[in-house]
């Protein structure tokens, strides 16, 4: 999958999915651009179908600022009217700490309370190693690529059914 990246940071991959993200510079986290689309300083966040894709970059997902700032704009994401099937791309990220695990299970509720989707996709062996032992990896719907995600989106059948434990 290749990924072409412009002067003004927004993101098309080939695969129809785009992204737009604000320059680490901007003082806010994110803002309300013209055209009523939202842009985020920490993730990128980009729709494919009916799927919000987020990638969470290049990080070490560590520190308390680090994961009050995505965590916060995560659930911004999952807050959108349109936000019914949201897909966490973790393909840049190697570590976590139990902290965003922790803001990751809130996010999975707030998308279930909704009666909507969450996956993840990207996860290395060392993040899916993580999910294993915590046991998250029967909470969380993964996959291992965007585009089998997007594929498991498209033939599930709706409503939103609960993953049992």
Not at 19 to 34: L, N
Not at 39 to 58: A, D, P, Q, W
Not at 88 to 112: C, H, I, N, Q
Request: with cysteine; aromatic share 6%; glycine share 6%.
């Amino acid at each position: 999958m290749s990924i072409s990246v412009d002067s003004h940071r927004n993101f098309a991959r080939q695969d129809e999915t785009t992204f737009r993200t604000v320059p680490a510079s901007h003082p806010s986290d994110y803002e309300c651009k013209s055209e009523g689309v939202l842009s985020y300083r920490h993730l990128e966040v980009g729709t494919n179908g009916n799927v919000i894709v987020v990638c969470l970059g290049k990080h070490w997902v560590l520190d308390e600022l680090t994961v009050n700032k995505i965590s916060d704009e995560l659930l911004g994401v999952a807050d959108r009217p349109d936000c019914h099937h949201l897909l966490l791309d973790f393909a840049g990220v190697t570590k976590l700490s139990s902290a965003m695990l922790a803001r990751l299970l809130k996010l999975r509720r707030k998308m279930e309370s909704k009666g909507e989707k969450l996956r993840l996709c990207g996860l290395d062996s060392q993040l899916r190693s993580v999910f294993a032992t915590t046991r998250l990896d029967r909470l969380f719907d993964i996959t291992d690529s965007e585009t089998g995600a997007i594929t498991a989106v498209a033939t599930q059948s709706p409503p939103f059914a609960k993953k049992a434990i």
